[in-house]
């Protein structure tokens, strides 16, 4: 994965497989303190103890079409290699939570990158599931609900793409000014 | 900048598609987003699949996902599905390819064969 934002998006269809009907996308940084945390949450189906203790195997997976499951794999390199790290906690019947951590200004840092393209991507593909963007840095706070756009959108479908579109330049629009250059990697580009 | 009351226009102007919508046949571009997917490229294929569908406001058109297909080698693929009509299934796109499909296949009607699995097995 190039990008953080693409991990998130990778581990979202694990909360969407779930069955989840609400999943929740908060990306949290403090530069003073160079932390940077990103959470997903969801409501779906959870999993048990043995089931979770897998999930970090790249050689685990609960799928019969193929014999490995990278997702969680990548997303917590991601994090060890800026000294970080990844947690899984779940509960059947009541939905999971996956934190990773990461060092800001790390030299392994890999590029946040476009997160407006995954909340959105996600939002399009499944509209029939609630998601919570929150986007928090320095104290400063985003927060995306579709469960507000549906009170407005009515019997129209997120799936639409002229709504979709609408989310992406909306996402855009209110949060570029509080991307901090961190957020670019390792290796601030020129 | 954008505010979510923008929406209600949106809301609008889609309850008179979606009312002659029924008329015309459905088309249906899915394009593959588990983690093979995903790597290889296929957000920006999907961002690209509505932006293009957006702007020209195809009526009939949806964009969507689905899991691993079993081809991770030739990812991103999209596959288009139409009413009536075989599958159509495309190989190592990228947004640059999905202005031509967009242009030729849902719009003009005819796939876009060598963007197809069919010429990259040959």
């Given amino acids: 994965m190039q990008e953080l934002s693409l991990n ?7 909360s969407v497989r779930a069955n989840a009907s609400l999943i929740g996308i908060k990306v949290e940084a403090d530069t003073a303190a160079e932390r940077l945390i990103i959470t997903i949450t969801d409501n779906g ?12 195997d790249p050689f685990y997976t609960t799928r019969k079409t193929r014999k490995v499951g990278l997702g969680i794999s990548f997303f917590r390199l991601a994090a060890q290699q800026t000294g970080g790290d990844l947690t899984v906690e779940s509960e059947l019947g009541k939905g999971t939570r996956v934190t990773a951590w990461f060092t800001l200004g790390h030299i392994d840092l890999a590029p946040v990158g476009d997160l407006e393209g995954t909340v959105t991507s996600l939002v399009q593909c499944n509209p029939d599931i609630d998601f919570v963007y929150t986007l928090c840095v320095d104290g400063q706070t985003f927060e995306m609900d579709t469960r507000d756009m549906r009170a407005i959108l009515g019997e129209v479908s997120l799936a639409e793409p002229q709504v979709a579109l609408f989310i992406r330049e909306y996402l855009t629009e209110n949060t570029q000014e509080m991307i901090p250059p961190e957020f670019h990697g390792g290796i601030i580009p020129k | 900048m954008k ?4 929406l209600a226009a949106i809301r609008d102007k889609m309850r008179q598609t979606v009312a002659t919508r029924d008329d015309k046949a459905s088309v249906r571009v899915v394009v593959g987003m588990a983690t093979c997917g995903i790597a290889a490229g296929a957000r920006p294929v999907l961002n690209a699949f509505t932006e293009d569908v957006a702007r020209r406001a195809l009526e009939n058109v949806m964009v969507t996902q689905t899991g691993c297909i079993g081809i991770c080698q030739y990812e991103p693929v999209v596959e288009v599905y ?12 990228d947004p640059a390819k999905v202005a031509r499909v967009v ?3 849902l719009v ?5 064969a060598e963007y197809t699995v069919g010429t990259i097995s040959k």
């Fill in chain 1, 8 to 14: 998130i998006l990778d581990i979202a269809q694990n």
């Fill in chain 1, 45 to 56: 189906c959870g999993m048990s103890a043995e089931t979770v203790a897998g999930v970090m």
């Fill in chain 2, 3 to 6: 505010s979510l009351a923008e």
């Fill in chain 2, 82 to 93: 139409e009413e009536g009509k075989e599958k159509v299934t495309y190989v190592k796109m």
């Fill in chain 2, 103 to 105: 242009s030729e296949h």
């Fill in chain 2, 108 to 112: 003009g009607g005819t796939p876009v």
